[in-house]
């Protein structure tokens, strides 16, 4: 099977995050995508996260939908900062040999090589680096040279842009500002009744 692979902090997710995987799902023919939620991003040690608790449950009302949508929960059930490369490890022992797909922005690709193992995550999966307003794909030949191989594992996703973002959201939610249309419907009405980002 072909498996996408959306993982992220989801505090809260967005219409945005749903857009990339379906757009992903279908174009490259993914038989599911599967949303993991970050435990401990290493890369946010010095910012706050909403807990786990309500950042799964916001990914899980935003899913319900889909049924090639999936909630994997590795990240937040282990302990200590969350590293692509055992989540990759943990779903090959899990699922078994197949072609799995992790999608990540073109700014997450910028700082590819100051990932844990990178080189070592290259074999395990194809990265479909989706664009992002205002930013090119990076220098692939920079990355190339501090990661030999990493060219032939890129796959560029022509999805539409959206303007949006968590980080956003959480202002607009603070300002007393309306987030229809942001996020679904039941996140919405999830954030109100849990008094998240207020």
Request: aromatic share 8%; hydrophobic share 45%; charged share 20%.
């Amino acid at each position: 099977m072909n498996i996408g692979i959306l993982g992220g902090t989801f505090d809260p997710i967005h219409v945005g995050h749903l857009v990339v995987a379906e757009e992903a799902r279908v174009g490259l023919g993914l038989s599911e995508v599967l949303f993991v939620p970050a435990g401990q991003p290493w890369l946010k040690v010095d910012h706050t996260i909403t807990a786990a608790i309500h950042r799964v449950e916001m990914v899980r009302l935003a899913i319900t939908n889909n049924p090639y949508f999936k909630l994997c929960t590795l990240e937040v059930e282990r302990s200590g900062p969350s590293y692509s490369i055992d989540t990759i490890t943990a779903l090959q022992s899990q699922l078994g040999i197949q072609s799995f797909f992790f999608i990540l922005g073109s700014d997450s690709l910028a700082g590819f090589h100051l990932w844990k193992e990178p080189a070592k995550l290259l074999p395990m999966c194809q990265l479909v680096v989706v664009p992002r307003l205002d930013l090119n794909l990076p220098d692939l030949k920079f990355l190339e040279s501090r990661i030999p191989g990493l060219v032939h594992s890129v796959i560029e996703l022509n999805a539409p842009i959206i303007e949006v973002s968590s980080s956003k959201i959480r202002q607009r939610v603070a300002q007393g500002l309306s987030i229809r249309y942001l996020v679904p419907e039941m996140v919405e009405k999830y954030i109100v009744e849990q008094k998240l980002y207020c």
